[in-house]
């Protein structure tokens, strides 16, 4: 079984920067796509960044994250990150980890349900 296990998150001010990761400490898959997702209450989760296991070309980003935040990967460690730059008040949500076991190349989808196995969250508050 997958087991998504995300780093801590934390509080920053406006304008700084944090790092996430997120590790498969369950069973290897072969090919699949990871992403990241955040959520804020009373909202629907929205997709931040998705990428392949396949390479770092194929990354999908929400258009409110571009330029901000960068999504990385490796595959050796089971992992995922998150570079978050510049970050924005509008940006404190709970970011989850997401991963789909695939059986193509090319882009992921940010589409909530795409994706099957998810980690519990953690919390990234930015506030001055």
């Known amino acids: 079984q997958v087991t998504l296990v995300e780093s801590e998150g934390g509080s920053v001010q406006p304008g700084e920067s944090l790092r996430l990761s997120c590790t498969n400490t369950?069973?290897?898959?072969?090919?699949?796509?990871m992403g990241w997702f955040r959520q804020v209450p009373g909202k629907e989760r929205e997709g931040v960044a998705t990428i392949h296991s396949e390479g770092e070309s194929y990354v999908n980003y929400g258009e409110f994250v571009k330029g901000r935040f960068s999504i990385s990967k490796d595959n050796t460690a089971k992992s995922i990150y998150l570079q978050m730059n510049n970050l924005k008040e509008d940006d404190t949500a709970m970011y989850y980890c997401?991963?789909?076991?695939?059986?193509?190349?090319?882009?992921?989808?940010?589409?909530?349900?795409?994706?099957?196995?998810w980690g519990h969250g953690t919390q990234v508050t930015v506030s001055s």
């Open positions: 369950g069973v290897d898959v072969a090919r699949f796509c």
């Open positions: 997401a991963l789909q076991p695939v059986n193509y190349s090319g882009y992921c989808s940010r589409a909530v349900d795409f994706f099957r196995f």
